[in-house]
């Protein structure tokens, strides 16, 4: 074959499949960015009415559009690369068949991979678990460092990163799910009076709410529960405080530290146990002796 017969045969072949495979890509990249907006369209509106701050709602809407964009981003691939495969006179019957028996030996080693994809995207549908939120999971908790369809990243407070296949999440605690909670055990001896006590627990919380680092971050007054039990050195009164997600540890920090202040001013005396060491004679059988006290 010369190369003029080469020439205007290569010329014929661009003409009739070369265009054909051009307008395929350009196909595939238009339906990509389609899918994309889509799905992200699609999840911002789907939430609308739902009860959630602004910022929530758009971090799940963003988490779930760009999965449902990757997944329909493999499919438009996969549909064009058959197509150019049939332009360029590929066989595809055999590469499907080759496909599914490849699909059939990766179903039955992968079964736990398929476990944690479904149990990934039902955990980002329903909005358990977010990036930044704090959570116990599979007897592991800590602060969510990333989240896929696959498994669930966390950093505890020591430091140490846990990886969290999906699949062995069937219970989520989530600590910082719209708002966070800081539950108070205040312990008193049985002779102090409840009611002054109560008093000054709602006044160090006045105090704490009015100071400008920490205003913004209690979403509440302090909420008095009430006597809660009659202990063995202690009588325990139980009080809560809402915060933003992930302060209350701060919150409470702070509150423990300005209460403990304030019950040494008072003179309110907060119980603890003793221990006494007596000393016997030298005919006593026991010569030493140790009495713990509440």
Known sequence: MDLKALIENVSTWLVEHGLRILLVLILMFVFIKIAQAA?????????????ETDEEFKKKADTLSSIAASVLTIVIVIIAAITIMGELDIPISPILASAGIVGVALGFGGQHLVKDIISG???????????????????????????????TILRDLAGNVHYVRNGEISVVTNMTKEYSRYVFDVGIAYR?????VIEVIKEVDENLRNDPEFKNDILEPIEILGLDQFADSAIIIKARTKTKPIRQWAVGREFNKRLKKRFDAEGIEIPFPHRTLYTGSATDPFPVRIVDKQ
């Open 121 to 151: 995207f039902f955990i980002l549908l329903d909005d358990q678990i977010r990036v930044g939120d704090v959570v116990q999971i599979a007897g592991k908790g800590g602060l969510v460092e990333k989240i896929n369809l696959r498994m």
């Open 192 to 196: 102090e009076d409840v009611d002054k």
């Open 39 to 51: 799905t992200h369209r699609f999840f911002r509106g789907f939430g609308k009415g739902r009860r």
